[in-house]
């Protein structure tokens, strides 16, 4: 499956942004999905996942009621709606697929999206 992340920008702190991770190639409803980041010379960190049926979703504790992950399997998109941005959400944010149990592990999503840049300024 092939991924296309979109929607990054520039924001102020506080504001809010709608990331979108269009799916082609396969059938984007078989498979879990997940957003990560990496800011500047960090590693590349887990956000927050949700499962092929849209059923089950999990947050890291940084993002957790301000971000909300979705998805439209109709349209083969999923969504990372971020609300209250901080300087600290700073990052390129990707987009990824997997097929096996829900993880926080970036190894256990084999499909990954370009990144898109989130930039917040305070």
């Known amino acids: 499956v092939q991924l296309q992340a979109s929607g990054g920008g520039l924001v102020q702190a506080g504001g809010s942004l709608r990331l979108s991770c269009v799916a082609s190639?396969?059938?984007?409803?078989?498979?879990?999905m997940g957003w990560f980041r990496q800011a500047p010379g960090k590693e590349r960190e887990f956000v927050a996942l949700?499962?092929?049926?849209?059923?089950?979703?999990y947050y890291e504790d940084y993002v957790k009621g301000r971000f909300t992950i979705s998805r439209d399997n109709a349209k083969n998109t999923g969504f990372l709606q971020m609300n209250i941005l901080k300087p600290e959400d700073t990052a390129v944010y990707y987009c990824a697929a997997g097929s096996s149990s829900l993880s926080r592990s970036r190894q256990t999503y084999p499909y990954w999206g370009q990144g898109t840049l989130v930039t917040v300024s305070s």
């Open positions: 190639g396969r059938t984007f409803s078989s498979y879990n």
């Open positions: 949700i499962s092929w049926s849209g059923g089950a979703t």
